[in-house]
């Protein structure tokens, strides 16, 4: 069993709806993460928080909406979006963001109608 | 941009022989390497990891082994066993906050 857990497992919704992925964690990482897996592919990094705070946006629509209202939790917030947002969105965190083992969550499997 | 990369999309081996993973990767300056097992289903789970001062590290059945003059890295099973299916990513990283590069990923199957 992963120490990261992510709700819901399964979400599908329409393109004008909102919602949110959530993501907790309590081994006292300070590192966050969250990742956009397509089938068949690696992770793609979306966003980085350390330390609460946000990091790194690798360019992300702004219909992506990260939140970190602690350090145990990590939510993507979700708008209008789009038919090729459907993937498997992990969530990882480790201890400090330099060269320290990520630990995944085993995602949320999105499906946008 | 930096890119890690694996060999072999797939890989089948027989239960109980051991099993060798490739990647190779482009940046000279990556100094953080990972492996990841991803079962169908599940998220990446970390198997190992090395930093750039070491050229080889074991676990429990598994060692990685970094060659830093072809910038290579290997990933081998002992003993491979029909649970170690899946999809086996590497990543690197060098000093960007916590970004890892991955490579594509080697289906690994064992055949009993």
Known sequence: DTEVTQTPKHLVM???NKKSLKCEQHMGHRAMYWYKQKAKKPPELMFVYSYEKLSINESVPSRFSPECPNSSLLNLHLHALQPED???YLCASSHGQV??????GDGTR???L | GESVGLHLPTLSVQEGDNSIINCAYSNSASDYFIWYKQESGKG???IIDIRSNMDKRQGQRVTVLLNKTVKHLSLQIAATQPGDSAVYFCADSYNQGGKLIFGQGTELSVKP
């Open chain 1, 110 to 112: 999105l499906s946008i």
């Open chain 2, 44 to 46: 990446p789970q970390f």
């Open chain 1, 14 to 16: 329409g393109m004008t």
């Open chain 1, 86 to 88: 459907s993937a498997l």
């Open chain 1, 99 to 104: 060269n320290q083992p990520q630990h995944f």
